[in-house]
């Protein structure tokens, strides 16, 4: 790892103005990610502005039909939050089954999301559950904010705060992860509120997506049937030494039709 | 240069460490604390876990001067003199190790699990939860059953 420049603030503002001093600088949220890809010398920052020490970035909170999730927030955190698991049990469990333990004890939500690694788990459900992203800047919607692989709608100096979930009538996500990282192969998303039925997909592809030919073979029902009528487009998945297009197309399928009987 | 503090072990302990210092070269290079190992750069093996403010960590994986304010407990804090902690008891008795590399982290990641989990494991929550370590030489069913009998043990009844 080449050296940086350590700052540790207690402030989201006191962050900002950080990011706006520094030549090229980075946030470090868990650290889980960005740490190894210093040490593989992937990334080289010349400031590192820690938002470990910000209260107001940290906890859970539900109320009128939503749950709030700072975005320092723990994996491990919201996998053992009762009230997440009373909520929205397919998130906790989506949450503790992150990486392992000690990574969950460090990782974050904000840190995840912001990264949006092709093969992270929480992508899908902000899609999915139709969350809400809220920054010290603005609000964005899910839909709009992972924007391609390992790009978001994020400006440099824009530090999430929070991430709203709106609680859904049942979900869930199911993910054919891979058997030493524990990311995502293929993970499917399925949450079901009012009258419709939100589909997200992980893994597969460069960047987290709705998957909107599930959503419409399904038309509103939980019905894993229906699934195979979905046409998935090979091209448009990823391949790699983990699994091939088609493999990953079929996987599509697989998991949505296992997350949708896991709604019922 | 940045001056960092913390507990270690119960002891206050301070030091100069660069930014880019990880935690787990600030005990065994500063601390010579070297029970805590070093078995991979990709955050998965868990020979380095170590626990910070109670919680399992992979020090490897965490700057040193992250930790400044912390109270750490490595392997080297579990046993009372020449006394092993009940988990560290458990894995001579069940041979729970052979090279002994991955040992440290497994005993801590295991005393993670009983904090999380209560004192009776079954096979299957303490292998899904050792996801995180990994050994190359006992094929895991000692050390799984080790962390069963250590965790029973620390509950009073071995
Ligand atoms: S050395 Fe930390 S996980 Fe391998
Ligand atoms: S005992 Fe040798 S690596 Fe586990």
């Known amino acids: 790892m080449y050296e940086f420049s350590y700052k540790n603030v207690d402030s989201v503002s006191a962050a900002v103005e950080a990011m706006q001093a520094a030549d090229d600088g980075k946030f470090l949220a868990g650290g889980q990610t960005m740490l190894p890809t210093m040490k593989h010398r992937l990334a080289s920052p010349s400031d590192i502005i820690d938002l470990g020490g910000i209260d107001e970035l940290k906890g859970i909170s539900v109320n009128a039909g939503t749950v709030t999730i700072g975005a320092m927030t723990t994996h491990g955190e919201v996998a053992a939050s009762a009230d997440v698991q009373n909520a929205i049990p397919a998130l906790a469990k989506l949450a503790g ?14 840190g995840s999301i912001a990264n949006n690694d092709p093969a992270a788990d929480y992508p899908s459900a902000v899609i999915a559950l139709g969350a809400t992203v809220k920054t010290n800047q603005r609000e ?17 100096d824009e530090i999430i705060v929070s991430v ?29 509120t009012g009258g419709s039925v939100r589909v997200a997909v992980t893994g597969a592809t460069p960047c987290a997506h709705r998957a909107l030919r599930i959503e419409e073979a399904l038309n509103g029902e939980l019905n894993s049937a229906a699934v ?23 996987l599509v399928k697989v998991m949505a039709k296992r997350a949708v009987e896991a709604c019922v | ?48 876990v170590i626990h910070v403010n109670g919680k399992s960590v ?34 001579m008795d069940d041979h729970g190790l052979q090279c002994g590399f991955c040992t440290p982290g497994m005993i801590m990641s295991a005393l993670d699990i009983v904090n999380r989990n209560g004192n009776d494991l079954d096979e299957e929550t303490v292998r899904k939860e050792l ?12 050390i799984v059953k080790s962390v069963q009998a250590g965790a029973k043990a620390m509950g009073g009844n071995s």
């Open chain 2, 58 to 91: 992979k020090s490897c994986t965490m700057l040193a001067v992250q930790a400044d304010g912390a109270e750490v407990t490595t392997i080297e804090g579990l046993a009372d003199g020449a006394e092993l902690h009940p988990m560290q008891q458990a894995f």
């Open chain 1, 228 to 250: 195979d009528a979905a046409e998935i487009p090979v091209e448009k998945m990823n391949s790699d030494i983990h699994a091939s297009a088609e493999y990953r197309a079929h």
């Open chain 2, 131 to 142: 996801e995180g370590n990994i050994c190359r030489c006992t094929g895991y069913h000692n």
């Open chain 1, 164 to 192: 709203s979930f709106p609680v859904a009538e049942s979900a869930a996500y199911m993910k054919f992860e891979n058997p030493a990282s524990r990311y995502a192969i293929v993970g499917v998303f399925v949450a079901k």
């Open chain 1, 140 to 156: 964005i919607a899910g839909d709009d904010f992972f924007t391609g692989m390992f790009e978001t709608a994020l400006a440099e």
């Open chain 1, 97 to 110: 089954n992150i990486g392992d333990p000690a990574v969950r004890n460090r990782g974050t939500i904000g």
């Open chain 2, 1 to 48: 240069m940045m001056n960092i503090s913390m507990t270690v072990n119960g002891s206050p302990v301070s030091g100069e460490v660069e930014s880019r210092t990880l935690l787990v070269h600030f005990l065994r290079e500063q601390l010579r604390l070297t029970g805590t190992h070093v078995g991979c750069d990709t955050s998965q093996c868990g020979a380095c």
